[in-house]
Nanobody, 128 residues
Framework: QVKLVESGGGLVQAGGSLRLSCAASGRTFSTNAMGWFRQAPGKEREFVAASNWSGDSTVYADSVKGRFTISRDNAKNTLYLQMNSLKPEDTAVYYC?????????????????????WGQGTQVTVSS
């Protein structure tokens, strides 16, 4: 079992930055593929970014590419999402997720069903 706890959300003006963290505990974190998803009110949960176990293979949604960066520190069992140039449309609850399977596919990593563990989410609100 893996427990995931997100933090770092908040209210920020358009153009600003936030860094989300996801602290993992439980079984080995370093071998898991990890991802970030988000869900805005009235919308489905959507993929944001994902990383393989080492962090040297990453994939991003087109809507955040060039603005967001996913990274991980396996020594600290923590996944990060650096969000720059935030837009009002980035407003959502952000969730981190972990895959029990250590293999990483840039295709399947985009889908919520590829992940086995989820955090409770952290709210990000971007004002215009």
């Amino acid at each position: 079992q893996v427990k995931l706890v997100e933090s770092g959300g908040g209210l920020v003006q358009a153009g600003g930055s936030l860094r989300l963290s996801c602290a993992a505990s439980g079984r080995t974190f370093s071998t898991n593929a990890m991802g970030w998803f988000r869900q805005a009110p009235g919308k489905e949960r959507e993929f944001v970014a994902a990383s393989n176990w080492s962090g040297d293979s990453t994939v991003y949604a087109d809507s955040v590419k060039g603005r967001f960066t996913i990274s991980r520190d396996n020594a600290k069992n923590t996944l990060y999402l650096q969000m720059n140039s935030l837009k009002p449309e980035d407003t959502a609850v952000y969730y981190c997720a972990a895959d029990r399977d250590p293999t990483f596919s840039e295709t399947s990593a985009r889908y919520y069903w590829a992940y086995d563990y989820w955090g409770q989410g952290t709210q990000v609100t971007v004002s215009s």
